[in-house]
Each structure stands twice: as C-alpha cells, then as structure tokens.
Nanobody
Framework: QEQLVESGGGLVQAGGSLRLSCETSEFSSSFYSIGWFRQVPGKDREGVSCINNGDGTTYYLDVAEGRFTISRDNAKNTVYLQMSSLIPEDTAVYYC?????????????????????WGKGTQVTVSS
C-alpha cells in the first residue's frame, strides 16, 4: 500500500495554476512534516515547500515563495501545493515526502536521500 500519493499534475500554460495534492494517511501525527520536492531529469532534487502537521509552520524555496502556497487539511490527511503564475522553469516531477522533523530540516535533508518516505511523483509541465 502506498503511503504517500500525489495527484494534480498536468500540462498548463505559463501564467496558469495547478493544485497538487498529497494523501498522507500514514503520517498524520503532529510530529511529522510533509514536504514537496521537485526534480528535473539530470538535475538534483530540490525542496519546494514543507509544512508541519502540528503547528502549520511552513518553509519555502525562494523562487516559490509568493507564487506557491502549501496547506494541509488534517481531516482529509491531505497536503496541498497551490501553484500560481507558473513558469516553464517549474516543469518537473513533483514528489511529496514525510519525516518526523521540523519543516526546515525536511526541506534541507530531502534532496540528499536522507528521508525515508516518498511518493511516486506527479508530472508538472508548463508550456511557454
């Protein structure tokens, strides 16, 4: 059974919006943070945004802040990434991850293979 399931990816024109969802049923504890990461073939995975289940503390990639918003619905065990003003450089496979860490720590450790729980990813393609 998959523990983290992403959805909501797709093809969108530059300037458009998408909302990604991550079902996190196995990681609903307030000790967990859930994060969004993205990866382009041939490049390192990078953190996009993370949120703590307990107090809602968030952390963002610089280029995402102001355009992307992470949120959670604890009743649905789902974390969302609302992406607006999308640019072609946002094209990537987007993954969600979970760890019993503060959101900034999850953000910093995720790209280095130090987080155990990942979804399979959802493709986001932004056309110019």
């Amino acid at each position: 059974q998959e523990q983290l399931v992403e959805s909501g990816g797709g093809l969108v024109q530059a300037g458009g919006s998408l909302r990604l969802s991550c079902e996190t049923s196995e990681f609903s504890s307030s000790f967990y943070s859930i994060g969004w990461f993205r990866q382009v073939p041939g490049k390192d995975r990078e953190g996009v945004s993370c949120i703590n289940n307990g107090d809602g503390t968030t952390y963002y990639l610089d280029v995402a802040e102001g355009r992307f918003t992470i949120s959670r619905d604890n009743a649905k065990n789902t974390v969302y990434l609302q992406m607006s003003s999308l640019i072609p450089e946002d094209t990537a496979v987007y993954y969600c991850a979970a760890a019993p860490l503060p959101p900034k720590a999850l953000y910093q450790l995720g790209p280095y293979g130090l987080i155990d729980y990942w979804g399979k990813g959802t493709q986001v393609t932004v056309s110019s």
